[in-house]
């Protein structure tokens, strides 16, 4: 087991030896092997002891600490990379208008690519989908790029095929869910809200990956330094939006896993699953992530994961020895 989830209120984890005890109401309810452990997230209100954290620490394990509805709150990482060399050429590259550009359209052609095959492949299965013209609008907008010159002008494109997209994936969704449009903070309605709830966990993963490697985190290349926001690990998830999330949203919805009454909406925070139901979509982005499958154009055999990190240092070479950068491609 490589992450931990933790869902129930008011457990309490202790070390004991080399495995993490999982107490509720006084009683030992799980022992957990740390060995093979690299996460852990806990949703809710829950407490982890000091010498716990101590030990988790010691191993690089870090700790994530989401709200109910799967909001970061903080984390409790290990002790940051001393890699100042690949962090003084992120900073570099930030201050470079050309290789911002370059790595811009690079991002955001994968991004609408990885879009437009997901749609392509719904259609070949269910040819009534009506799809055809989102497929060409997106396609367009691929075209589109070749003369958009600015970082600005590259996220217009990413603009307007965000919404081609998801009006497509609005009719993918079955059963008595309905989506119009992409919305969140708050998510307004259960696609919106599974969908923001999937992104979080692949945000969470990326930004893991990336301060263990040493890089700065709050400073992308498409996305701009803002305050607080660790803008490299959203540049990075933004080609595997469509291949994971998305997917596993239609899966669940279509196989009937998730249904519109596993939903609740307390006040003004918006739409957010049940924490059943919670445990069932986490289960599920778990295999989803950890499923091998054979990459239909280099023919290996990886997970999710294992790309995601290979991305992650074609980046650190990127940087530090100006080899090229290939996004993931999802094919169909």
């Known amino acids: 087991m490589e992450t931990l989830y933790l869902n129930d209120n008011g457990m309490m984890l202790k070390k004991k030896s080399g495995r993490i ?15 093979e452990l690299k ?3 806990i949703f809710g209100n829950n407490q982890v002891s000091t010498a716990l954290l101590r030990h ?20 409790v990482v290990p002790e940051t990379s001393k890699n100042i060399y690949l962090r003084m050429a992120q900073h570099d590259r930030y201050r470079n208008k050309q290789f911002r550009a370059t790595w811009s359209r690079t991002i955001v052609e994968a991004k609408l690519n990885n879009q437009k095959n997901l749609l392509s492949r719904t259609l070949n299965n269910h040819p009534a989908s009506g799809l055809e013209g989102n497929i060409a609008a997106l396609k367009d907008s691929i075209a589109y790029l070749e003369g958009a010159e600015t970082v600005d002008e590259i996220m217009g494109v990413e603009g307007i095929g965000a919404r081609i997209y998801f009006e497509g994936f609005g009719r993918i ?8 449009t992409r919305e969140y903070h ?4 259960p ?8 992104y979080m966990l692949l945000f969470n993963e990326f930004n893991s990956l990336l301060e263990a490697f040493g890089f700065d985190t709050f400073i992308g290349f498409l996305h701009s330094i803002k305050y607080g926001r660790s803008s490299l690990a959203v540049d990075l998830m933004e080609e595997f939006r469509s291949p994971v999330v998305d997917r596993l949203v239609i899966y669940l919805i279509n196989l009937g896993i998730i249904k519109p009454s596993d939903f609740e909406t307390p006040s003004e925070k918006g739409v957010k699953l049940k924490d059943n139901a919670r445990k069932t979509y986490l289960t599920n982005y778990e295999k989803f992530m950890t499923t091998p499958f054979v990459d239909s154009k280099t023919r290996k055999r990886h997970n999710y994961r294992q790309v995601m990190r290979k991305n992650v240092i074609k980046v650190e070479r ?10 993931y491609r999802f094919y169909w």
């Open 186 to 189: 708050p998510p307004p309605d």
């Open 39 to 41: 996460r852990i997230l």
């Open 56 to 75: 988790l620490a010691s191993k690089g394990i870090e700790v994530a600490y989401l709200s109910s509805n799967g909001r970061f709150r903080f984390r």
């Open 173 to 180: 969704i079955g059963g008595k869910f309905s989506f119009t």
């Open 318 to 327: 990127l940087l530090l020895h100006d080899e090229g950068y290939e996004p």
């Open 21 to 35: 005890a999982v107490k509720k109401d006084g009683k030992i309810t799980q022992e957990i092997p740390i060995l």
């Open 191 to 198: 696609v919106n809200a599974m969908l923001s709830f999937g």
